[in-house]
């Protein structure tokens, strides 16, 4: 964690003239997202432009409950302390800030820090600090640290869980777990692939420190092995079919005893996605399949996971119900030894969730889950009920 | 068949079945696209930006914010009319195929996932539209197309003028 360097960041950026909206005298307001209010038609001459820096502020909240007959095992929860054996709880969950600003019209800022409510207090976290340059629709080059863009969720959603439908994300791709490096320190670039037409073409591709000393983490303050890791992705978004995405990527790394395993391995991430991006209905499904190859010796593991989430907004009630369902399921060899190091291995999951979203405002949600999960066959299954109001404010 | 995919197909039939359903019983009752305009919606851009015609699949490409720079790498500065002008729920229907909540949610998610720095600009009546799209550079907008003053240049959609027989935005 950088709580030291994040509240730096934060202090600063509140500390900067900033220039909100809400406040300008801007002929026209941006889109009214949740607390800002909109500027009054033709408060100065249409002539007045666009001013830089402008800083746009968005938080989001969640508080949770959770009811469990195995808590040591709960599933899907990044956060939070919870004793063994049957538990319930309630949960602060996350206090999210984002900030997005135009520095000029090609070049912009954009920031999330997360307040993440722990057993000992809070913890603050730099989760996302990204500058872009805009050059074209065909090239954007960034730099900074990022939700690691090679799975769908883990760029369509981030720490504001009223984005998404389900209270969690799927565990492969959860906060803190290590299956999947979620987040990525480095360089970006990305745009349309020129020439593709109607297919809208993609395409990211990155280079960055790779995963840190904790796997779960990416390397904030440098890169413990200089060994770079590398990145490339590349979806379509048909304009004939826009709702829909179908893509994938890669990721390599290289990891040893710098992160706390014992050997140097080589880490090869392959995704694939198909997504449905609307709400009648959003399917989203992803698959990763993480080798491991032990370098100089033989040796090579694969563990592979997957989801499938499809949810419906019901047109009754003025369309504030969405139920929906996922499937999850991660295997690990049990010989993989970056992920069955000898304490606190990695745990495979085979799992679904059903539950329902209530919009009881534009801007606040309420969600309930029931789910039915098992970690492997000769393990107990295990249910839980919970519930979660999210908010943007 | 190892006992992990037996514990995945018995977990995918115990659950899977009942959310299929769910949603084929809502697909099924889900209300009917409404009936089509009388009055056509004519898509306006500054006159010094060199597009004449856009496909509707270009623009709403445009309107959801996908593409961000015209041609010749200027900046889009997408101009909306404010919630309730007839205009807007039109353009939500034919070109966002959203609602009024999902078009909110929309660009929220569409700004805090770092895919665009600025929200589209609301602008609260047909002149104000009519005088923005000129005097901002790169700018696009919408109006009812008996609501259009002269200065902005009106495009064409799929090749077709606001009110000529197949333009898509009737």
Same mark, same amino acid.
């Given at each position: ?5 994040s ?9 900067y ?23 009054p ?25 959770s ?38 019209p ?57 984005l998404?439908?389900?209270?969690n994300?799927p565990e ?22 020129p ?15 790779g995963r ?9 303050a ?79 593991w ?5 989801y ?22 991660i295997?690990i ?6 992920f ?31 789910r ?22 | ?5 037996? /514990? @995945?197909?018995?977990?995918? $039939? ?5 959310? !299929?359903a769910? +949603? ?5 009752? %889900? ?21 004449s ?25 997408l /101009? @909306?009319?404010?919630?309730? $002008? ?5 353009? !939500?229907?034919? +070109? ?5 909540? %999902? ?51 009106v ?16």
């Amino acid at each position: 964690m950088i709580r030291s360097v994040s509240c730096s960041l934060l202090l600063c950026v509140l500390a900067y003239p900033v220039r909100l909206r809400a406040q300008t005298a801007a002929p026209a307001t941006a889109v009214p997202v949740a607390g800002q209010a909109s500027a009054p038609a033709g408060a100065v001459p249409p002539t007045d432009q666009e001013h830089y820096p402008s800083l746009n502020i968005q938080g989001f909240a969640d508080i949770d409950y959770s009811a469990q007959d195995q808590a040591a095992e709960r599933v899907g929860t990044a956060t939070g302390f919870t004793p063994p054996g049957v538990s319930s709880n309630f949960n602060l969950g996350q206090f999210v800030l984002h900030f997005a600003g135009a520095l000029s019209p090609k070049v912009s800022y954009f920031a999330e820090v997360s307040w993440t409510a722990g057993a000992n207090g809070f913890t603050t976290t730099v989760e996302r600090s990204i500058i872009r340059y805009d050059y074209s629709d065909n090239f954007k080059i960034s730099a900074g640290r990022y939700h690691t863009p090679i799975l769908y969720w883990n760029t369509a959603y981030h720490h504001g869980l009223w984005l998404q439908t389900s209270i969690n994300r799927p565990e492969m791709i959860q906060f803190g777990g290590r299956l999947i490096p979620v987040h990525f320190v480095g360089l970006l670039a990305q745009g349309l692939v020129p020439g593709t037409g109607s297919l809208n073409l993609h395409y990211e591709a990155g280079i960055g420190n790779g995963r840190g000393a904790d796997i779960a983490e990416p390397g904030n303050a440098g890169d413990i092995n200089n060994n770079k890791a590398w990145l490339a992705t590349i979806y379509a978004q048909p304009a004939w079919a826009y709702k829909w995405q179908a893509g994938g990527s890669v990721y390599r790394d290289k990891i040893g005893p710098a992160n706390g395993i014992a050997g140097n391995y080589g880490e090869w991430i392959d995704t694939a996605r198909l997504v449905y991006t609307g709400e009648k209905p959003e399917f989203i499904s992803e698959f990763a399949n993480i080798k491991h190859t032990l370098l100089g010796a033989p040796g090579t593991w694969n563990s592979q996971a997957w989801y499938a989430q499809i949810a419906y907004r019901l047109p009754w009630l003025q369309a504030k119900w969405k139920p929906y369902y996922r499937f999850e399921y991660i295997h690990i060899p049990i010989t993989d030894p970056v992920f069955n190091p000898p304490t606190n291995p990695v745990p495979s999951l085979a799992g679904s969730i059903a539950g329902v979203r209530y919009d009881f405002s534009p801007y606040a949600a309420l969600k309930m889950e029931y789910r039915d999960s098992r970690r492997a066959p000769n393990k107990p299954r295990i249910h839980g009920i919970f519930v979660q109001t999210a908010l943007v404010f | 068949m190892d006992r992990h995919s037996t /514990l @995945l197909l018995k977990t995918l $039939a115990r659950w899977g079945g009942v959310g !299929l359903a769910l +949603i084929v019983l809502a697909a099924a009752v %889900e209300p009917k696209p409404r009936a089509q305009r009388s009055t056509p919606v004519a898509i306006l851009v500054n006159p010094a930006t060199r597009v004449s015609n856009l496909s509707l699949a270009e623009l709403r490409e445009i309107m959801l914010g996908n593409r961000q720079f015209w041609p010749d790498h200027q900046p889009i500065v997408l /101009l @909306l009319r404010a919630p309730v $002008a007839p205009e807007r729920t039109a353009v !939500l229907h034919i +070109i966002y195929q959203m609602s009024e909540a %999902e078009f909110r949610q929309y660009w929220i998610a569409k700004i805090f996932r770092d895919e665009t720095a600025t929200a589209p600009k609301v602008v609260y009546s047909a002149s104000m539209a009519s005088e923005l799209v000129v005097a901002i550079p790169g700018s696009i907008a919408f109006l009812e197309a008996d609501e259009v003053q002269p200065g902005p240049k009106v495009l064409t959609i799929d090749g077709k003028k606001p009110g000529e027989k197949g333009y898509p935005l009737q």
